[in-house]
């Protein structure tokens, strides 16, 4: 009923940029926080940047001034706009929203199909 999907991911040279944008579609009625993980290899998946529907985001400590997420709530979008990338952030970054969807009782978790990011030294 819901999908989130992710696109902008890349193979990209230490120093560089990518954008990455996440779109919901679906049975949606609302939603609340939108996030960004990451899940390099043989490692935990871990928070990179989330954003409420106020618009008050936070960020990891490890992408601080360097990883900005911003929302469209219109468009049900998500984006992070990544720079200064260092090879440390390789990984599959993933989209996670909070989501009421319609008949819904309550705000479920989804999660996008993931898009790679190689960052080269």
């Known amino acids: 009923q819901v999908q989130l999907v992710e696109s902008g991911g890349g193979l990209v040279q230490a120093g560089g940029s990518l954008r990455l944008s996440c779109a919901a579609s679906?049975?949606?009625?609302?939603?609340?926080?939108m996030a960004w993980y990451r899940q390099a290899p043989g490692k935990q998946r871990e928070l990179v940047a989330r954003?409420?529907?106020?618009?008050?985001?936070d960020y990891a400590d490890s992408v601080k001034g360097r990883f900005t997420i911003s929302r469209d709530n219109a468009k049900k979008s998500v984006y992070l706009q990544m720079n200064s990338l260092k090879p440390e952030d390789t990984a599959v970054y993933y989209c996670?929203?909070?989501?009421?969807?319609?008949?819904?009782?309550?705000?479920?978790?989804?999660w996008g199909q993931g898009t790679q990011v190689t960052v080269s030294s």
């Open positions: 954003i409420f529907s106020g618009g008050r985001s």
């Open positions: 996670n929203a909070d989501i009421w969807i319609v008949s819904g009782i309550s705000w479920n978790d989804y």
């Open positions: 679906g049975s949606i009625v609302s939603i609340n926080g």
